[in-house]
């Protein structure tokens, strides 16, 4: 998604052609038919998802079980549900075949909500990552601080990071007129002069540059969670806690039965945050670049390409997919709660029994889950 600083402009030429400073408008016109059915499953998996995670996390809250950790999740949902209702309008659009009929203010909400739901999950996820990474490696500092705290400071500083990136969509006109006459809406930028489109171009780079930054903290923070999990006896805090349990039980505990499930519970999560990245935002980020300089058509000078079209067109194809591809995070995000704290998870399952007998978010149900936060406040806080 590129910014447009173009205004509309009436096409003129001669014998039907568009005047030479106009360039043809690289399309691809399967979006068409595979946008609107895919992104109306997102909108409708994806809203019932993030709403009844924030119903957990709602109850949860009650319980006072988390911390750090379900402020990130709550402000994740939160960008997911921004997305998701921008969704009906871009299914919309692709309906009629790139034909923006709202107005202008209306294309730049929702496309900088398509901006801020992306650049929100990645750095949401990373701080997730650190969050884990932290608790696995140094378990009596993360502790002992002021979670909190902590966890605020670090979402408002992204969403006054993520919020200020879009402020360019916001900004500038979001619609311009194609030469078929349709409106498009954050589409057609080829023919704004060159020092336009090298600012445009710039600016994606920058942004790719950040994107790869965090998910190469991304992933040595999960690959360093793994190897310590991997390598390191059983934590005596979780060996007493075993023996606690098993003494008031008068049943007998194997000491690694626990660590074991702990470990495989934290790579479970591991996996899932690695492969949200993976699969919803590195083919876009691997492509975007090549992809903005192939739109951009700059006619000369530094980010000027000479590509055939064929690669062009493969190069936009390629794009359209990604873009699929990253609307699938607002369903994936909540994979991610589910192997990133044991509370959560523990409360989804005793959560779906109840709902299974008629019973909402009870007392019954914060009441038990208080029990269980008292009876495992002794484990280890990767667990959390």
Same mark, same amino acid.
């Given at each position: 998604?590129?910014?447009?600083?173009?205004?509309?402009?009436?096409?003129?030429?001669?014998?039907?052609?568009?005047?030479? /400073?106009?360039? #043809?408008?690289?399309?691809?016109?399967?979006?068409?038919?595979?946008?609107?059915?895919?992104?109306?499953? $997102?909108? $409708?998996?994806?809203? @019932?998802?993030? &709403?009844?995670?924030?119903?957990?996390?709602?109850?949860?809250?009650?319980? =006072?079980? *988390?911390?750090?950790?379900?402020?990130?999740?709550? /402000?994740?949902?939160?960008?997911? !549900?921004?997305?998701?209702?921008?969704?009906?309008?871009?299914?919309?659009?692709?309906? =009629?075949?790139?034909?923006?009929?709202?107005?202008?203010?209306?294309?730049?909400?929702?496309?900088?909500?398509?901006?801020?739901?992306?650049?929100?999950?990645?750095?949401?996820?990373?701080?997730?990552?650190?969050?884990?990474?932290?608790?696995?490696?140094?378990?009596?500092?993360?502790?002992?601080?002021?979670? =909190?705290?902590?966890?605020?400071?670090?979402?408002?500083?992204?969403?006054?990071?993520?919020?200020?990136?879009?402020?360019?969509? @916001?900004?500038?006109?979001?619609?311009?007129?194609?030469?078929? /006459?349709?409106?498009?809406? +954050?589409?057609?930028?080829?023919?704004? #002069?060159?020092?336009?489109?090298?600012?445009?171009?710039?600016?994606?780079?920058?942004?790719?540059?950040?994107?790869? $930054?965090?998910? +190469?903290?991304?992933?040595?923070? #999960?690959? !360093?969670?793994?190897?310590?999990?991997?390598?390191?006896?059983?934590?005596?805090?979780?060996?007493?806690?075993?023996?606690?349990?098993?003494?008031?039980?008068?049943?007998?505990?194997?000491?690694?039965?626990?660590?074991?499930?702990?470990?495989?519970?934290?790579?479970?999560?591991?996996?899932?945050?690695?492969?949200?990245?993976?699969?919803?935002?590195?083919?876009?980020?691997?492509?975007?670049?090549?992809?903005?300089?192939?739109?951009?058509?700059?006619?000369?000078?530094?980010?000027?390409?000479?590509?055939?079209?064929?690669?062009?067109?493969?190069?936009?194809?390629?794009?359209? $997919?990604?873009?699929?591809? *990253?609307?699938?995070?607002?369903? @994936?995000?909540?994979? &991610?709660?589910?192997?990133?704290?044991?509370?959560?998870?523990?409360?989804?399952?005793?959560?779906?029994?109840?709902?299974?007998?008629?019973?909402?978010?009870?007392?019954?149900?914060?009441?038990?889950?208080? *029990?269980?936060?008292?009876?495992?406040?002794?484990?280890?806080?990767?667990?959390?």
């Amino acid at each position: 998604m590129l910014t447009s600083n173009a205004e509309p402009i009436e096409m003129t030429g001669v014998q039907g052609y568009p005047p030479d /400073n106009y360039s #043809n408008f690289l399309d691809s016109e399967f979006r068409y038919v595979l946008f609107p059915p895919v992104y109306g499953l $997102i909108f $409708i998996f994806g809203l @019932l998802a993030n &709403v009844y995670v924030l119903v957990v996390i709602r109850c949860l809250r009650e319980a =006072r079980a *988390m911390g750090e950790i379900r402020i990130y999740m709550t /402000n994740l949902t939160i960008a997911d !549900l921004l997305f998701v209702c921008a969704l009906p309008f871009w299914i919309d659009y692709y309906s =009629r075949r790139g034909d923006w009929i709202y107005s202008d203010a209306l294309c730049r909400m929702t496309g900088s909500f398509f901006f801020i739901n992306t650049y929100c999950s990645i750095l949401f996820l990373g701080a997730i990552s650190v969050n884990r990474y932290w608790a696995v490696t140094s378990p009596l500092d993360a502790a002992s601080s002021d979670h =909190r705290r902590r966890g605020i400071i670090v979402c408002v500083v992204i969403w006054l990071l993520t919020v200020s990136m879009s402020i360019p969509f @916001l900004a500038s006109p979001g619609i311009n007129v194609s030469l078929d /006459n349709k409106t498009r809406c +954050f589409e057609g930028y080829q023919n704004e #002069n060159d020092s336009d489109k090298r600012t445009v171009a710039a600016t994606h780079f920058a942004i790719i540059g950040m994107f790869f $930054i965090i998910f +190469f903290l991304v992933v040595v923070c #999960n690959m !360093l969670i793994a190897r310590t999990l991997l390598s390191q006896p059983p934590p005596q805090s979780g060996l007493r806690s075993a023996t606690m349990i098993s003494r008031k039980s008068n049943t007998t505990l194997s000491p690694s039965k626990k660590p074991k499930g702990v470990k495989r519970r934290a790579l479970q999560m591991l996996l899932a945050v690695v492969g949200v990245f993976v699969l919803c935002f590195l083919p876009h980020h691997l492509v975007q670049g090549l992809w903005t300089l192939a739109v951009l058509q700059i006619k000369e000078g530094w980010g000027h390409v000479d590509w055939s079209q064929k690669t062009l067109q493969a190069l936009n194809d390629a794009h359209q $997919i990604t873009l699929v591809l *990253m609307g699938l995070n607002c369903i @994936l995000d909540p994979v &991610v709660y589910f192997f990133a704290t044991r509370k959560f998870r523990r409360f989804i399952m005793a959560h779906l029994k109840k709902l299974s007998k008629g019973e909402g978010c009870s007392q019954t149900a914060t009441s038990q889950l208080s *029990m269980d936060s008292k009876k495992f406040q002794s484990e280890p806080p990767e667990q959390e």
